[in-house]
């Protein structure tokens, strides 16, 4: 048997690592130019001293990278409903992607579909549709996306998207290979007519996206996203290209690499060097989620393997989400995923679900507040497990068996709670997803009814 390396266990907030009791925070859920702040002073602090000609150019790669971070984020965000789609059904073919949306009160931004292809070194192909999608107040109209998938497709996350203020409705999309209508039932309800999402995860600060029982293109439900946010923020002085602070910052990272021996006769020790370039690396990591090169869970799932690197024979608790630690794909791949990929069965993950009661969550324009949920719906995985009348448990799936009813159930796809730092009760069926648990987590921990975090006194009085 593998020695086991990292636990991965589910929660309800970013990623948190213990280590050697030490809590090393790779990739925080903070503003980028916020995270770019911590980490390239880091990588910084030791430029001048062991390489003084070159600490100018830090500062400036540092204060570009500040401005295109700041410029890509000097919008609203955005509304989106993201899935993955299967490439073995498409690579090597021609992909249209097409769907009717309507709109209505957009005055800046606009509705999309849209869809990514990546390959082995990052994205190959992206159309948001941010050149022709609608805007204003528009009644139902057809629109969509063509393209080529490469043979050595590594990746495609699709769905939609709504970056702008007002309303914007999804309705009957369809994916056509090589002119062949795609139909998966079991993946994906192009129509919107079951009870939640099926194959597509929404979420979008400072935007309600859930099924619109009201308004349909056809049928009886759509899509909704709605711009529930405050006034876009003003634009920042400087414009820079998030792509040009990607080249910069590889640049840094790559001459900080290449000057190991250079530091070390300068005097500098290998952990202040390592650590110096580390800080440079997730610097650029920022830079290139936000043009769109690079997940936020990729990011992560490279510092826990640098943590360990450094780290010989190491053991890891990781603490995160259960869409983060999870090794099945769910609208994109997660950082569970990544790292089953590199550790294989040296990565234990445990899922969490609750029946019942309340929580901490921050609502758009109200900010952290406590909510109470009802008992989950019948036929969801938390009502399986509550119906066992055990407040408290812990399964491992790893033994669950391989026959018979029990291994049907946990085979098939369930409604499942994902609530992580945001949740609205307006929008409450958009945070249930489909998802296969055995696909997913190697074991499940299942608490019947959760209180809210409460303050703590004695910190609160420091």
Request: aromatic fraction near 10%; charged fraction near 20%; hydrophobic fraction near 40%.
């Amino acid at each position: 048997m593998p020695r086991t390396r990292i636990v991965g266990i589910a929660s309800t907030n970013h990623a948190t690592f213990f280590h050697e009791k030490k809590l090393l925070e790779p990739a925080p859920k903070a503003s980028f130019t916020k995270l770019l702040g911590v980490f390239y002073p880091l990588a910084l602090e030791k430029t001048p001293k062991y390489e003084p000609g070159y600490a100018d150019s830090v500062r400036r790669v540092w204060d570009d990278a500040k401005a295109a971070l700041a410029s890509s984020q000097s919008g609203p965000s955005f509304g989106l409903a993201a899935g993955s789609f299967p490439i073995a059904a498409v690579a090597g073919k021609q992909v249209r992607f097409s769907g009717y949306i309507k709109t209505e009160g957009i005055t800046r931004g606009y509705a999309g579909l849209w869809w990514r292809i990546d390959g082995a070194s990052g994205p190959l192909k992206l159309d948001n549709m941010s050149d022709r999608g609608p805007r204003g107040t528009i009644p139902w109209m057809l629109y969509e996306i063509s393209m080529p998938v490469p043979a050595d497709v590594k990746n495609i996350n699709f769905g939609v998207l709504h970056p702008g203020d007002g309303s914007a409705w999804f309705d009957s999309l369809q994916v056509e290979i090589d002119g062949v209508p795609y139909a998966n039932s079991e993946l994906f309800d192009f129509d919107f007519e079951s009870g939640t999402l099926k194959g597509l995860f929404a979420y979008g600060a400072g935007y309600q996206v859930g099924l619109d029982k009201e308004v349909a293109h056809s049928g009886k439900q759509s899509l909704r996203s709605k711009y529930v946010g405050g006034p876009a923020p003003a634009q920042p002085r400087k414009q820079v290209d998030a792509r040009q602070a990607v080249s910069a910052c590889k640049e840094v990272l790559s001459h900080m690499e290449s000057g190991r021996e250079a530091w070390r006769k300068a005097g500098a020790a290998d952990k202040d060097i390592d650590w110096a370039i580390q800080n440079a690396r997730i610097a650029l990591q920022c830079t290139l989620m936000k043009s769109g090169e690079q997940t936020r869970d990729q990011s992560m799932a490279e510092n826990v393997k640098w943590i360990l690197d450094h780290s010989p024979g190491a053991k890891m608790v990781l603490w995160a989400h259960n869409g983060h630690v999870a090794y099945g794909d769910h609208g994109c791949q997660p950082m569970g995923k990544f790292l089953r990929q590199i550790y294989g069965n040296q990565t234990v993950v445990f899922g969490f679900a609750f029946n019942q009661g309340s929580f901490q969550a921050v609502e758009m324009g109200k900010g952290l507040r406590d909510f109470t949920v009802p008992p989950a719906p019948a036929g969801s995985l938390e009502a399986t497990l509550a119906a066992t009348g055990i407040p408290i448990l812990a399964v491992d799936l790893r033994k669950a068996p391989v026959k018979g009813p029990v291994a049907q159930w946990l085979k098939a796809s369930h409604q499942t709670r994902s609530i992580g730092a945001a949740f609205s009760d307006a929008s409450a069926t958009s945070y249930l997803v489909d998802q296969k648990v055995l696909e997913s987590v190697d074991a499940l921990l299942f608490v019947e009814k959760t209180s809210a975090a409460r303050k703590n006194p004695s910190i609160l009085a420091k």
